[in-house]
């Protein structure tokens, strides 16, 4: 099934930590597969991936990614289905947006072939780490970045892809308070916002803190120029359900992350016949409608939680409590049968699983 054009070396652990895991106690982001796969770029060509142990690794103190951000990443998962098969969720979208991050931000491009690759590899190495249960998953993080060792500013000529795995557990995001941030930005049109880059992330947590201090677990980001505009939810796509439409941020822009948990949403969505926008959506009008009513869902959408329900937006000195999560239906509706095409349970008719 996989193809075999490329040649990979495997170095197997000699002894699996698959049995010092606590199932029952999975914090997200914390305990790593046995394996990790490697791919090293130099003299303009990318070299055979290698699946090794996972470890940790020597880096020269000048590596360029360090000093200057040339890094980028992706998250995807994969999941065990009702019959035991491994089932991965859209890949071939995080290799393309992958491939417009390098693009971005200056560094040598992935293949998309070799990327999905690569991501199958690596998932079926640790596929036992997947356990069959209930709303369990693998987390996959590639990344790349510069490893050239020297600290003048220019595009590296070096580069180091990696791709680790990390086994979660079902991932139930409390319902947020959200507060619209009027004063720091995410992204600023012609800046590296549509891109998944190490240093976005980095530029939003103090701005998060404050809002944290607050009692909001996330800021909702509205466009630099004008603060009139809303773009995303902390690092999730922002949705509304207002008078029976739904209503999402265009990201016709370079300031907002193509995502593709909204891009899935939106699928469904036409398919179940709700009408859908995609379009500039402002602060205003979003007020507006919590004011009166309309406004009967507000969600994020992302890998790591699929839907984060939001329950009360907090603007300037107000706060907006949101219909209850119970009653909202295409956001449940949504969830369940995302999950469903995952776990097997639903027909694939989108052809949005890859069975390894
Ligand atoms: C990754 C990410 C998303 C969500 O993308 P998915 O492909 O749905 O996981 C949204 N916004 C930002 C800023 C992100 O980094």
Known sequence: ????????????????????????????????????????????????????????????????????????????????????????????????????????????????????YCVEQIVDMDRDW?????????????????????????????????IFTCPVGAYYSEPLNVKIEEKYTRAAEGGVGRAKTAGNYAASLYPAKLGKDKGFHQLVWTDAKTHKFIEESGTMNIMFVIDGKLITPSEDTDTILPGITKRSVIELA????????????????IIKAAKDGTLTEVFGAGTAATIAQIKMIGYREEQFDLPPVGERKFSNKVYHYLDAIKFGTEEDKYGWVKKI
């Not at 036409?270 to 009008?285: S, Y």
């Open 270 to 285: 036409k398919d179940w016949g709700m009408p859908v926008e995609e379009r500039k959506v402002e602060v205003e009008e």
């Open 130 to 162: 997947i356990p069959q249960k209930e709303g369990y998953s693998l987390y996959i993080r590639p990344f790349m970045f510069a490893t050239d060792d020297f600290i003048g500013i220019k595009p590296s000529d070096k580069y180091r892809f990696m």
């Open 1 to 116: 099934m996989i193809q075999s054009k490329y040649a990979i070396k495997t170095n197997k652990v000699e002894k699996s930590a698959i049995d010092r895991v606590d199932w029952d106690n999975l914090p997200f982001g914390k305990v790593f597969s046995d394996h990790m796969l490697v791919m090293d770029y130099e003299n303009g060509e990318w070299s055979s991936p290698e699946i090794v142990p996972f470890e940790d690794m020597k880096l020269h103190p000048a590596t360029s990614a360090i000093h200057y951000g040339q890094s980028i990443f992706e998250g995807l998962k994969a999941y065990r289905t009702n019959t035991g098969e491994i089932a991965i969720f859209r890949h071939d979208m995080n290799a393309k947006r992958f491939k417009e991050s390098c693009q971005r931000m200056c560094m040598a491009e992935l293949p998309e072939g070799l990327f999905e």
